[in-house]
Nanobody, 125 residues
Framework: VQLVESGGGLVQPGGSLQLSCAAS????????VAWFRQAPGKEREFVAG????????YYADSVRGRFTISRDNAKNTLHLQMNSLKPEDTAVYYC???????????????????WGQGTQVTVSS
């Protein structure tokens, strides 16, 4: 199994980026999937996720209304559209997948079996 993120970079505050996560060895439609991020000196935190059982999307309060998680089933790719970016969004962003999650575990990074290598997002003027 391999998850490969792309799309990170440097963007000014208020700008937008779209992250992508391409999967091989698993099919996203049969997994719960999520984006996490980790800033220097901080713990990895949940950003957004899609729960397998109900296919609903969930967001951290800090990004709700600005970020959108989506899945391209034909390309087996996960996306994170990030708008109105703020300096506090600066972090390494990771995609993750797990088949056996319960809903209450969706936001817990320790519950995921598969991770990408991460992509850096820097929001700065």
């Amino acid at each position: 199994v391999q998850l490969v993120e792309s799309g990170g970079g440097l963007v000014q505050p208020g700008g937008s980026l779209q992250l992508s996560c391409a999967a091989s060895g698993l099919t996203f439609t049969t997994y719960s999937v999520a984006w996490f991020r980790q800033a220097p000196g901080k713990e990895r935190e949940f950003v957004a996720g899609i729960y397998l059982r109900n296919r609903a999307t969930y967001y951290a309060d800090s990004v709700r209304g600005r970020f959108t998680i989506s899945r391209d089933n034909a390309k087996n790719t996960l996306h994170l559209q990030m708008n109105s970016l703020k300096p506090e969004d600066t972090a390494v962003y990771y995609c993750a997948a797990d088949k056996g999650l319960i809903l209450s575990s969706l936001t817990s990074p320790t519950q995921y079996d598969f991770w990408g290598q991460g992509t850096q997002v820097t929001v700065s003027s």
